[in-house]
């Protein structure tokens, strides 16, 4: 993509979702980790509804470590997948205590030790948690990145990940990847995007663009 349209949709990212940020609610970076591993599958609105009580009855690495899985399931019972996510935070908890004593590390691989723990979170949690420019690839950014030409449609997401940090200045990274899940989540979206109001639709790749185009023309 030429350097032209990057500027292009970066300026229309920034006049659209100035204020763009992480919407998951957490007070420090354990938090920040659990609320991104619940988030799988589920939004965000979702998550923070559970965290409001799962936050305060689970202080500490050892609350989640020591708690029987039963009781956890049944604290996270109200979100998606939710055995698999009991499972895998107790783990990453008893992981966390073993290797790193129990603080959160800031570390991209060291992060993806902990079990339940991918390339995604580990991305959000080091730039988010920590400010440390990363370029986290969910469903959104993905969609996005492919529909405006960032990447190709075949590209995995670890293709989309490595053309937008090749794309996009390295201090941009972070904002950027608040206002792509924001133009997804708000704009264009998976089955029904906005591209009768969208000013990039002469760069986008959609189909749908071709159709309004289509029917401009008549
Ligand atoms: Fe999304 Fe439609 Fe805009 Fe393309 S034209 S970026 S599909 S809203």
Known sequence: MNKEKIKRILNELDRMFPDAKCELEYG????LLIAVMLSAQTTDASVNKLTKTLFKKYRTVDDYANASLE???????SIGLYRN???NVKAMAEKLIEDFQGVVPC????LQTLPGVGRKTANVVISE???????????????ISKRLGFALKNDSVLQVEKKLMKAIDKERWIKTHHQLIFFGRYHCKSMNPSCQDCRLIDICKES???KYLKKAEI
């Not at 420090?28 to 938090?31: G, H, S």
């Open 107 to 110: 570390d991209h691989e060291a």
């Open 85 to 87: 996510k009991a499972k």
């Open 28 to 31: 420090n970076e354990l938090e």
């Open 208 to 210: 749908k663009r071709k």
């Open 71 to 77: 009781v956890l399931e049944a604290d996270l019972r």
């Open 129 to 143: 948690g920590f400010k440390v420019p990363a370029l986290a690839v969910d469903t959104h950014v993905e969609r």
